[in-house]
């Protein structure tokens, strides 16, 4: 199976500043065939379900502001939060979905400053 | 648009089952392009990804459960349903079901989410 692992656990950012969260997995979900890496990103507000953000590792859903933006391939991926804002306090997942396990990473908690 | 919604007890006792159903609205559980699945979480915990359904009947589950898990669609009420025999405490979590993405055959990412049901395993 592959292990997904995030980093880091929790991270505090200012108002205005760039959060980064890293995730890695323990095989490539690159997919040679099509080029695509098989990696989205959630977001869980205190009290509500997780909200897709990010799918093919670097595609923001609909609706998702441009400040979260994906990147990475292979093993290790990096979603980022340009210039963070007070609604964006949040834990953050990302899950492989090459398998038909669909493992989630631990989680990384972001608050402010 | 794409709704769903989760019901069930709240409460089960040790080593009975577990029943939740999720409601779809908004689209065909008998119909592509979707598939469905269940995603758990602990209190305080990360997300456990429990098990698949595709539009056809087709079953995907986790590893961990498989030996105690039955997902089901029932289309005559545009449901599909989770059953979890034998529950211990371990089993206690906010229980989502989400509809999948599909693509060449296999569930993706998970995109929309139902609000979830707190199911607790006590005596």
């Known amino acids: 199976d592959i292990v997904m692992t995030q980093s880091p656990d929790s991270l505090a950012v200012s108002l205005g500043e760039r959060a980064t969260i890293n995730c890695k997995s323990s095989?490539?979900?690159?997919?040679?065939?099509?080029?695509?890496?098989?990696l989205g990103w959630y977001q869980q507000k205190p009290g509500q379900p997780p909200k897709l953000l990010i799918y093919?590792?670097?595609t923001r859903a609909s609706g998702v502001p441009e400040r979260f933006s994906g990147s990475g391939s292979g093993t290790d991926f990096t979603l980022t939060i340009s210039s963070l804002q007070a609604e964006d306090v949040a834990v953050y997942y990302c899950?492989?979905?090459?398998?038909?396990?669909?493992?989630f990473g631990g989680g990384t908690k972001v608050e402010i400053k | 648009q794409l709704q769903l919604q989760e019901s069930g007890p709240g409460l089960v006792k040790p080593s009975e089952t577990l029943s939740l159903t999720c409601t779809v609205s908004?689209?065909?559980?008998?119909?592509?392009?979707?598939?469905w699945g269940w995603i758990r979480q602990p209190p305080g915990k990360g997300l456990e990804w429990i098990g698949t359904?595709?539009?056809?009947?087709?079953?995907y589950y986790s590893p961990s459960l498989k030996s105690r898990l039955t997902i089901s669609l029932d289309t005559s009420k545009n449901q599909f349903s989770l059953n979890l025999r034998s529950v211990i405490a371990a089993d206690t979590a906010v229980y989502y079901c989400?509809?999948?993405?599909?693509?060449?055959?296999?569930?993706?990412?998970?995109?929309?989410w139902g609000q979830g049901t707190l199911v607790t395993v006590s005596s």
């Open positions: 359904i595709s539009y056809t009947g087709t079953t």
């Open positions: 899950q492989e979905y090459l398998t038909t396990r669909l493992t």
């Open positions: 095989q490539s979900v690159l997919y040679s065939p099509n080029n695509k890496d098989y």
């Open positions: 989400g509809g999948h993405e599909e693509d060449n055959g296999y569930p993706r990412w998970f995109d929309p």
């Open positions: 093919w590792a670097s």
């Open positions: 908004g689209a065909s559980v008998s119909s592509g392009p979707y598939f």
